[in-house]
């Protein structure tokens, strides 16, 4: 059983570009939540996805979007990429609607580097 | 607010050596769950353990024991007679559901662990 899979796992992008991160979540999981990880620093939670929808969203501009498919997989876009940006990319799956956190799996994430 | 503090950015350790990883947590929740995640160079988050705040009580699991104690509202993380496979970032992470956080964690920023042979 495959666990979650993000892709690509190394991305170079050029300040003012626009990204596309994709997730593919543990099978069964429903839910999906996006994280940044700048370089030393600990996970930020960008938003989480169930049903299609944005459920809850954290401190993170409009600039990152994100999109669930009927399939439970998804995207994470960037627009208008900054240097900060920069970062390892991490998605969360869970089942149940993500009733418990504890069940969350984490892929190995996506490193974007802008330049 | 809720916060997350590891105050130990980097810890050196020889094999079969002790370790204490320290953690401290705040939240206005008097309903909360802490947790301890594990990240190897490969670079995904291994959940280690989860208390409520309702349950004190210290585990064990193998070369792993957790103290949680509200009075000082920390939470450390203990490996026993180290290995060098524990080498990798230990994450301290809260969930804080009646504060907005019910669908996310909150993580400290890490303390790197290394373990020589």
């Known amino acids: 059983d495959a666990g979650v899979t993000q892709s690509p796992t190394h991305l170079i992008k050029t300040r003012g570009q626009q990204v596309t991160l994709r997730c593919s979540p543990k099978?069964?999981?429903?839910?999906v939540s996006w994280y940044q990880q700048a370089l030393g620093q600990g996970p930020q939670f960008i938003f989480q996805?169930?049903?299609?929808?944005?459920?809850q969203r954290g401190n993170f501009p409009d600039r990152f979007s994100g999109h669930q498919f009927p399939n439970y997989s998804s995207e994470l876009n960037v627009n208008a990429l900054l240097l900060g940006d920069s970062a390892l990319y991490l998605c969360?799956?869970?089942?149940?609607?993500?009733?418990?956190?504890?069940?969350?799996?984490f892929g190995q994430g996506t490193r974007l580097t802008v330049v | 607010a809720q916060k997350v503090t590891q105050a130990q950015t980097e810890i050196s350790v020889v094999e079969k050596e002790d370790v204490t990883l320290d953690c401290v947590y705040e939240?206005?929740?008097?309903?909360?769950?802490l947790f301890w995640y594990k990240q190897p160079p490969s670079g995904e988050l291994v959940f280690l353990i989860r208390?409520?705040?309702?349950?004190?009580q210290n585990e064990i699991s193998g070369r792993y024991s957790w103290n949680f104690q509200k009075s000082t509202s920390s939470f450390n993380f203990t490996i026993t007679a180290s290995q060098v496979v524990d080498s990798a970032v230990y994450f301290c992470?809260?969930?804080?559901?009646?504060?907005?956080?019910?669908?996310?964690?909150?993580f400290g920023a890490g303390t790197r662990l290394a373990v020589h042979p």
């Open positions: 099978s069964g999981h429903d839910t």
């Open positions: 996805y169930y049903e299609e929808e944005e459920r």
């Open positions: 939240t206005r929740d008097t309903t909360y769950y």
């Open positions: 969360a799956s869970s089942p149940r609607g993500g009733r418990d956190i504890a069940e969350a799996f």
């Open positions: 208390r409520n705040s309702f349950d004190e």
């Open positions: 992470a809260l969930r804080a559901p009646n504060s907005g956080g019910y669908n996310k964690l909150i």
